[in-house]
């Protein structure tokens, strides 16, 4: 069952994923994005992260998707225009990556023991656990990052001002 | 829990998160460097972005730790700080230069 | 008894009751909002209009569904599907009642326990705006578009304060499990008074509750804040090129997503299936009193027909004996302990919907920028302050 529910959604991000590559529509390329984050989502399920999970929906696809939706809407921006000169940068840059990859995944594949396997439900993260990492060991971290979203705040209201 | 008509392994090796990760990684990055238009490449960011929160979340698995569920936490509110300020950035370049290709946004001043 | 066959029956039963009740919510709805407009509301199809809905439905689906030319089609029909799964999957995580044993077995009465209930609904009620979203920008129309670009706008505001309304109660609870929640809000000050998280605490979530209620219904896209469907200026917003079954599906999201939200106030705030007062002072008798009473009140207007409803000769007394069945089953010693917690729990959520019709029924509709400002400069430091008080006062009990 874990086996059959990963492979279900590693398929269904990896598709998203492409989709959100070759889409030329911002909307659907940012509807693919929310599948892949959706996907993962239930992949951090399997793995136990119950509270990251929800994080994911709720800030990622939930607040930093409708923020972009609703940027491309106001934009009313169109589809892509046809690619003129990026033919060369694709013919360098796919192969490339297609070697990056297959570096990665061998690198990955050998370094793992693959006895090691993933069970569902032998290791649980909640809001508890969360909470108590949170504001006991990273306590600092996440004060500071209180504040870089505060100045992020007054950098969005800063540029969004009519003067600029 | 009835038994699957197909022989499939009843749990999944662990490095088999992390090739998922490393595909989407990959995917992301080749988006970023095909694309033009501005908010579909700040997508692939964050399409990487993700693949990279997955490699914590896995080995934070791995090690019955809780360290990789926070950094992947952290990962999110820097990605959501950073989504508020770059689609600012876009809406400002729009509103100037009323383009998204990033190939024509090359010059300081217009 | 088979996991698979037990969450086959429980899904069944729910969906159907879900679904009944999703037609006749609107029923309600009419009816409530036509008396308080001193009008009868739907009368003609069956005695009362009760069969209204059938009737509805029959037409919604026998209608023509348009799709305008030029609209993104996939995008256009993807929306109110994404928009009715979304609000009728949050309903799954909904406990209506304790564990119950029924021919021996033993089930909650939910469809699914998830340790983290309040965040699964946060998530799904955050992913619902795209269904609004996405419908108003596919139907390539202007209004559509600017009925979408405001319930965004509306819904990621609204979220906030909600959010931090709902924090408030869980710092009482410290679980994020509905069946938790409600087990912690069980008992009474001095006998009588219930420790509801509204009524109890260190610090009553009173201010909690009306914040949280307030942010309902902008995010369920209701009277007060309807904006992104509103008639008068935008046509009817984002669903103004939808008609048959596409319509049919947003309206069933928005009653679903109501229900959902009466819910999740009822446990988070109610006690969900706590009674008002201990059932040694003799709550329990509250369910049948109420029941033997509509049904008097039908039998007394049965002798008192007009002339012209001759049917209520047949259908009033018809009515007050189902009424007088469904009140004796709730003293049968069997039944007792399934039906005098789905009755208390039903009962907080029907106050809560009654509430939702009436306010639709006397408040006008608030203007964009006025609803904007009051989310941000009011509800949400607001809730802020709640949250602070209610944090203080739990640290210096503990």
């Known amino acids: 069952m874990d086996a059959l529910l990963f492979f279900l959604f590693a398929a269904i991000a990896v598709g998203c994923a492409i989709n959100l590559v070759l889409q030329t529509h911002p909307i659907s390329s940012a509807l693919s994005l929310v599948g892949v984050m959706g996907s993962l989502a239930v992949l951090y399920l399997l793995l136990g992260g119950e509270f990251i999970a929800a994080v994911q929906l709720i800030v990622y696809a939930g607040a930093i998707m409708v923020l972009f939706i609703f940027v491309i809407m106001l934009l009313n921006a169109g589809a892509e225009k046809k690619p003129t000169r990026n033919i060369l940068r694709a013919a360098v840059a796919l192969p490339l990556l297609f070697t990056l990859l297959a570096i990665g995944a061998f690198l990955v594949a050998s370094q793992t023991p693959s006895t090691d396997v993933v069970k569902f439900g032998s290791f649980l993260v909640g809001g508890h656990e969360i909470g108590r990492a949170l504001f006991t060991t990273y306590l600092l971290p996440f004060e500071a990052t209180s504040i870089l979203i505060l100045i992020a705040i007054l950098g969005a209201i800063v540029l969004a001002r009519k003067e600029i | ?110 | 008894m088979n996991f698979f066959l037990l969450s086959l029956i429980k899904t069944g039963l729910v969906a159907f009751v879900l679904l009944t009740t999703l037609a006749y919510l609107q029923w309600i709805e009419r009816k409530v909002l036509a008396h308080i407009q001193l009008r009868p509301g739907p009368y003609r199809v069956g005695p009362h209009g009760l069969l209204q809905p059938l009737a509805d439905v029959v037409k919604l689906a026998t209608k023509e569904g348009v799709i305008p030319g030029n609209a993104n089609v996939f995008f256009f029909l993807f929306a109110p599907f994404f928009a009715v799964t979304l609000a009728l999957t949050s309903i799954s995580v909904i406990p209506f009642g304790p564990e119950i044993e029924v021919f021996g077995v033993k089930t909650n009465m939910e469809l699914t326990g998830v340790n983290i209930g309040v965040l699964f609904i946060l998530a799904l009620s955050s992913l619902g705006v795209y269904g609004i979203a996405i419908g108003g920008w596919a139907s390539n129309s202007k209004y559509s578009l600017m009925g979408g670009l405001r319930s965004s706008a509306q819904m990621i505001s609204y979220e906030l304060p909600m959010s931090l309304a709902i924090a408030a109660p869980l710092l009482l609870v410290n679980t994020l499990n509905f069946r938790d929640m409600v087990n912690a809000q069980s008992g009474y000050w001095l006998g009588v008074i219930p420790k509801w998280n509204v009524f109890a605490g260190p610090f009553p979530q009173f201010f909690s509750f009306l914040i949280f209620l307030i942010a309902a219904f902008a995010e369920t896209n209701r009277v007060p804040f309807d904006l992104p469907e509103a008639e008068s200026e935008l046509v009817s917003g984002f669903h103004t090129e939808y008609s048959s079954l596409g319509f049919a599906a947003f309206f069933m999201a928005e009653y679903a997503n109501m229900i959902t939200v009466c819910s999740v106030a009822t446990l988070l705030y109610l006690g969900g299936w706590q009674p008002l007062w201990p059932s040694s002072l003799g709550s329990d008798f509250v369910a049948p009193l109420i029941h033997f009473a509509a049904a008097g009140m039908l039998f007394y207007h049965a002798g008192q027909t007009v002339k012209s409803r001759t049917w209520d000769r047949f259908s009033f007394p018809a009515f007050g004996v189902i009424f007088l069945v469904v009140g004796a089953l709730f003293l049968v010693p069997v039944l007792k302990p399934i039906l005098i917690p789905l009755f208390w729990f039903v009962g907080k959520v029907g106050i809560l919907l009654f509430i939702f019709i009436w306010i639709r029924g006397t408040l006008p509709r608030f203007r964009y920028d006025q609803l904007m400002r009051f989310a941000w400069t009011f509800l949400f430091p607001v809730a802020i302050v709640n949250l602070l008080i209610t944090g203080l006062l739990v640290a210096l009990q503990s």
């Open chain 2, 1 to 110: 829990m009835p038994e699957l008509p197909i022989a499939l392994p009843a749990h999944v090796p662990l490095s088999w998160y992390l090739i998922l990760s490393v595909i989407l990684f990959v995917v992301g990055a080749a988006g970023f460097l095909l694309r033009r238009n501005i908010i579909t490449v700040f997508m692939c960011i964050e399409l990487m972005l993700n693949a990279v929160n997955l490699t914590f979340i896995a080995f934070s698995h791995q090690l019955k730790q809780v360290d990789g569920h926070i950094y992947s936490f952290f990962v999110m509110v820097v990605a959501a700080a950073e989504a508020a300020v770059g689609l600012a950035i876009i809406l400002t370049v729009f509103k100037n230069r009323s383009t998204l290709e990033v190939d024509e946004v090359s010059s300081m001043k217009l």
